[in-house]
């Protein structure tokens, strides 16, 4: 149960940002919008306020904006046959439709970004630069760094956190000395550790080659803030390093070089995960939104028709051309867009279930 409530609430909150990106820009440029629903299908609660009538449907899976003029049926025409033509979506000029299609993925940016400051503010609870362990005849060994000690400092780059000692190691020269200070109880000292390459693996399972001393951290946790100006930056920061990570992805996917099976994962698995990062607190559950919502923004900007993407590119064609792509070949790129879309899914179904069995 708590599993479903926190999926309806994560997927509310990720369509809800969406749709309001689509919202805003239209209500700002003048578009006469005719329903803002989150969910698709049947309507199970609706109320118009104004010109638009607000709907929570059946369906969680999505939502959508609806604006008069969007297609050129009498239906639209005859529903709010009371708003002035002019302010169709269909009249506006083609930088105000772009601008407009493409605020939905925009937002889901802008969420992440909100979420990461947040949660940036609050503080980040994280493990701690004490050394849990030292590995015998290792590099630290050698060197005489003990269990219990604080790394201070690496070649001169001070060091708050355990991720920070990983990020520092890679700068550095495998079989070179590298300066550390050390806190040892009251006092402090400097060390010379010389790390060696390693085999390891990296976020997308490729192995690679790593320096490392031969130590592990302690399970001391200690809260990062950031503070105001500090919070700003990590958010975007944050939501720079998931975008890069997630291009990464998908550029190792298209080449190959990563499994799509156990990298892509449809609403099975986004309920799992929040059903997880529920129960472990609303910061990873937050951080899990923020992470969706990047992912949400660049599927939808991808060039398929049905997509925001793919009206980008319809949109682009028209600029390049100088009329509107109508008609048949309109038609016919919507049908290939949702074609394709229907795949995606179903195959995201298939992977979630696979791992459903095997528990992988």
Not at 125 to 138: E, I, K, L, N, R
Not at 223 to 234: A, E, H, P, R, S
Not at 264 to 282: D, H, K, N, W, Y
Request: no cysteine.
């Amino acid at each position: 149960m708590t599993t479903l409530f926190a999926f309806i609430i994560a997927l509310g909150i990720l369509i809800f940002f969406h749709e309001l990106g689509h919202f805003i820009l239209a209500k700002i440029n003048g578009v006469g919008v005719l329903k803002f629903s989150l969910g698709f299908g049947p309507a199970l609660l609706k109320k118009r306020i104004g010109e638009t009538e607000y709907r929570l449907s059946l369906v969680p899976l999505g939502g959508y904006v609806k604006m008069l003029g969007e297609d050129s049926s009498n239906k639209d025409q005859e529903e709010l046959s009371h708003i002035d033509p002019s302010r169709a979506f269909s009249h506006k000029a083609l930088k105000v439709k772009a601008l407009i299609v493409s605020a939905g993925p925009v937002f889901n940016f802008l969420l992440a970004v909100v979420i990461y400051m947040v949660i940036a503010w609050i503080g980040i609870p994280t493990f701690s630069s004490v050394v849990g362990s030292v590995q015998d005849d290792s590099p630290a060994d050698r060197a005489g760094l003990l269990a219990g000690d604080r790394i201070v400092t690496i070649a001169g780059n001070p060091v708050e956190i355990w991720e920070d000692i990983s990020i520092l190691l890679m700068q550095s020269t495998a079989g070179e000395s590298v300066e550390m200070l050390i806190a040892r109880g009251e006092n402090t000292f400097i060390i010379h550790v010389s790390p060696k390459l390693i085999q390891d693996t990296n976020l997308f399972g490729e192995v690679i080659e790593r320096p490392m001393i031969g130590i592990t951290r302690s399970e001391e946790i200690i809260t990062k803030n950031f503070g105001l100006i500090g919070g700003i930056g990590y958010g975007f920061m944050q939501t720079y390093r998931i975008v890069e990570l997630t291009g990464i992805a998908f550029w190792k996917i298209i080449t190959g070089s990563l499994d799509v099976r156990k990298s892509l994962g449809g609403p099975i698995l986004i309920a799992q995960v929040s059903g997880e990062t529920f129960r472990a607190g609303m910061l990873p559950f937050f951080s899990m939104i923020a992470f969706i919502s990047i992912n949400l923004a660049i599927i939808n900007l991808l060039p398929i028709p049905i997509l925001d993407g793919g009206h980008l590119v319809l949109f682009m064609i028209e600029g390049i051309t100088g009329r509107p792509v109508e008609g048949k070949p309109r038609e016919i790129a919507q049908q290939i867009g949702l074609f394709l879309l229907i795949l995606l899914m179903l195959f995201a179904f298939y992977n979630d279930i696979l791992r459903l069995v095997t528990g992988e």
